[in-house]
Each structure stands twice: as structure tokens, then as C-alpha cells.
């Protein structure tokens, strides 16, 4: 059965995890992809599986996003080939240790990844999709909305994607720019031994498989949700979370200090 071209998918971090789920998800719904990550003989060989199995055109872009010459090619491509409609600002790493515990190098590869390459991506990609259509999916983590359950550095990271997620959708709400926050809790991947960390030492009910993550996420977006948070039983829960903070909005800026300070 022919499935309708979506056009092309730009997917970050898509040699392992989140992100090769998403290559395959996205191949399926007809999207053309373009495969972005630093290991290119693993995005070679999902890119022949899935050129094979979904007969997409299929496309690798080896870049490491921590190198300054790297991000710029990759932006460029976002910038110069007009069949791309979806950016997956999916590449992330987490800390091996806390804040206290690393040094600079450490630090700035985490900032650099995680926060300075999907900023510069959304950028290049938004800047055409609010006039010929598009949508940007930023992999942010329930970890933006619980700070003190682990690192700060890496939460940190997550709650500028969240934060860059609303700010972008709040602005071009009227536009043809779509954008998406999706917010997994663990999930079974690469990032935890990279990091040092042992997945299973998780209770098991918290640990969710990456194909399940995927397809909640993308249920999410065809949802047209903004935010998505697939471990999140009860809705209401961020629904309220969301309004609290919405309420406080009109109260943030005043000429008048707060009577409890004064
Ligand atoms: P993963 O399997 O380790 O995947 C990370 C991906 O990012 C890999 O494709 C890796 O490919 C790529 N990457 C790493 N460093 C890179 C660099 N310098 N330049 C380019 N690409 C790089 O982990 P994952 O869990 O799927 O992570 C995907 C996203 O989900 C991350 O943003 C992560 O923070 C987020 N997330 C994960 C969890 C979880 O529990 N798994 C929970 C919440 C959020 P190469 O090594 O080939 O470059």
C-alpha cells in the first residue's frame, strides 16, 4: 500500500534510541528523512533498512552538534532544501555525575547538545516553516517539571526546551509553525550506560520501552498538542499545573514591590 509523502523529516540523534524510533515511525508515515548523529555507519544502516522496508529516500548527515562547523551544516540543510516540513530536535545527552562533580568540558558538551543545537536548528528550521508550513518536535523530559529528582544541569537543559517550546508556540500561534514538547520519564536507552547510569536499577514500572514512547508521542502531535507527556496518567495534573502558572502571569511584573519584602 503507497502511504502520501509527507515531505522530509530532519531527525536528530538518529542512530540509537528515541531517535531511530522515530526515523522508523516517520518512514512508515511517508516522510523522506534526513539522518543526523556522529555514528555514521549506524545511520547507514538504518537508513538502508528503512530505505528498503518503506522505499523513502533516505538521506545521512554525520555531524557531531558539540562542533561549531558541524551545527552550521546541519542548519544549512534545514535552511536550503525546501522539502523539509519537520525538524526532530531529538540528539541529547546526560551527565555522567552533578554539577559538582564535573568539570567545564563535561558541562559545556552538555549545554552545547542539548540546549545551543536545538536553539540554532529551531531557528534555522522555524524562520521558513511560519510561511510555507512545518512543524518543530523538541525531546525535552518529565525532568523540566521535577528538578529535584535528579541533576539540575541536565533538567536544566530540558526545562529550556520546554520553556522554548511554549515561547514559540505562544508567538506564532497564528502562523503555519507548529511546535511540540514532548516530555518522556526514563525510558529504555543508550543514554543511561552512556552516562554512566543503570537503567535497571530503576523500579521497573517507571522504565518505559522507546516504541512505546514514540508512538505516544506522535499520537500527542497528530492530537495537536503542544505539550506531550506520555507516562502522565492523569491529564489534570499538568492541565493544572499549567493554568497555576498561567494565573500567576498577569502578577509577574509590577512597579510596586511585594508587601512581604518591603
Ligand atoms: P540515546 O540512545 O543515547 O540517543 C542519543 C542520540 O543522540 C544518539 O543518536 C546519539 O548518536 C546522538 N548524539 C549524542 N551526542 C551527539 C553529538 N555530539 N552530536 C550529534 N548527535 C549526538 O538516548 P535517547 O534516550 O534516545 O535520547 C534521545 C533524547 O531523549 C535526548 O534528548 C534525551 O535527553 C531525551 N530523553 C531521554 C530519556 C530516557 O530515559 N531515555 C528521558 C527523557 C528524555 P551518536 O552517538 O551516533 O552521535
New binding site residues.
Given amino acids: 500500500m503507497s502511504v502520501t509523502s509527507q515531505g522530509t523529516a530532519l531527525i536528530?540523534?538518529?542512530?540509537?534510541?528515541?531517535?531511530?524510533?522515530y526515523a522508523d515511525r516517520l518512514a512508515k508515515r511517508g516522510f523522506d528523512l534526513v539522518l543526523?548523529?556522529?555514528?555514521?555507519a549506524?545511520?547507514d544502516a538504518l537508513a538502508e533498512r528503512l530505505a528498503e522496508e518503506t522505499g523513502r529516500g533516505i538521506d545521512v548527515l554525520r555531524?557531531?552538534?558539540?562542533?561549531a562547523a558541524?551545527l552550521a551544516k546541519v542548519a544549512g540543510r534545514l535552511s536550503t532544501d525546501a522539502s523539509i516540513t519537520l525538524l526532530v530536535?531529538?540528539?541529547?545527552?546526560?551527565l555522567n555525575g552533578s554539577l559538582l562533580e564535573n568539570e567545564a568540558p563535561a558541562l559545556e558538551?552538555i549545554i552545547?547538545?542539548?540546549v545551543t543545537?536545538p536553539t540554532l536548528l529551531a531557528s534555522a528550521a522555524g524562520k521558513l516553516f511560519v510561511g510555507r508550513g512545518g512543524a518543530i518536535i523538541n525531546?525535552?523530559?518529565?525532568?523540566a517539571l521535577a528538578p529535584e529528582m535528579f541533576d539540575g544541569v541536565?533538567s536544566g537543559?530540558?526545562a529550556y526546551?520546554l520553556n522554548l517550546t511554549l515561547g514559540l508556540a505562544s508567538a506564532h500561534a497564528e502562523s503555519k509553525l507548529r511546535v511540540q514538547a514532548?516530555?518522556?520519564?526514563?525510558?529504555?536507552?543508550?543514554?543511561?550506560e552512556?552516562s554512566g547510569k543503570d537503567?535497571d536499577a530503576l523500579p521497573a514500572e517507571w522504565?518505559?520501552e522507546?516504541g512505546d514512547?514514540v508512538d505516544a508521542a506522535l499520537a500527542g502531535f497528530d492530537k495537536g498538542e503542544t505539550v506531550t507527556i506520555p507516562p502522565l496518567a492523569d491529564e489534570g495534573q499538568w492541565l493544572a499545573y499549567d493554568a497555576a502558572r498561567k494565573a500567576m502571569a498577569p502578577n509577574l511584573s509590577r512597579r510596586d514591590v511585594a508587601a512581604r519584602y518591603r
Wanted: positive net charge; charged residues 20%; proline residues 2%.
Fill in positions: 536528530t540523534g538518529a542512530s540509537s534510541g528515541i531517535g531511530a524510533v543526523v548523529a556522529r555514528d555514521g549506524r545511520l555531524a557531531d552538534l558539540t562542533d558541524d530536535n531529538n540528539a541529547g545527552m546526560s558538551r552545547a547538545l542539548n543545537a525531546i525535552a523530559s518529565v525532568l541536565y537543559t530540558k526546551l514532548v516530555l518522556p520519564g526514563a525510558t529504555r536507552t543508550e543514554i543511561w552512556r537503567v522504565v518505559m522507546v514512547l
